[in-house]
């Protein structure tokens, strides 16, 4: 599956983004289990979101819990993170990959796309 994130930017503390994520081409997408990574300078790449292949399971890691939300559109290949109540410390590049269940274990993911900038001022 090749992913492509794209919806990144520069909002400030307290705005809203929503990032998209698409697989091009011919795919199985809708088999797969998708999950959003962020990185944010000098840190080691973490966790945000999972969702699994019917969007009938969904989990966040504790400091997105309740401001962002993980959904996906199977017809369109295509899997999204709103972000609500943004703060400074959710600046990072955020990543979508694909995994065979939902997962918040990075070595579990076997498909990543390009990342996406979200930059929150203060």
């Known amino acids: 599956v090749q992913l492509q994130a794209s919806g990144g930017g520069l909002v400030q503390a307290g705005g809203s983004l929503r990032l998209s994520c698409t697989a091009a081409?011919?795919?199985?997408?809708?088999?797969?289990?998708m999950g959003w990574f962020r990185q944010a300078p000098g840190k080691e790449r973490e966790f945000v979101a999972t969702i699994s292949w019917n969007g009938g399971a969904t989990y966040y890691t504790d400091s997105v819990e309740g401001r962002f939300t993980i959904s996906r559109d199977n017809a369109k290949n295509a899997v999204y993170l709103q972000m609500n109540s943004l703060k400074p410390e959710d600046t990072a590049v955020y990543s979508c990959?694909?995994?065979?269940?939902?997962?918040?274990?990075?070595?579990?993911?076997?498909?990543w796309g390009q990342g996406t900038l979200v930059t929150v001022s203060s």
């Open positions: 081409g011919r795919s199985s997408f809708s088999s797969f289990s």
């Open positions: 990959a694909a995994a065979r269940i939902p997962s918040r274990r990075r070595s579990d993911y076997r498909s």
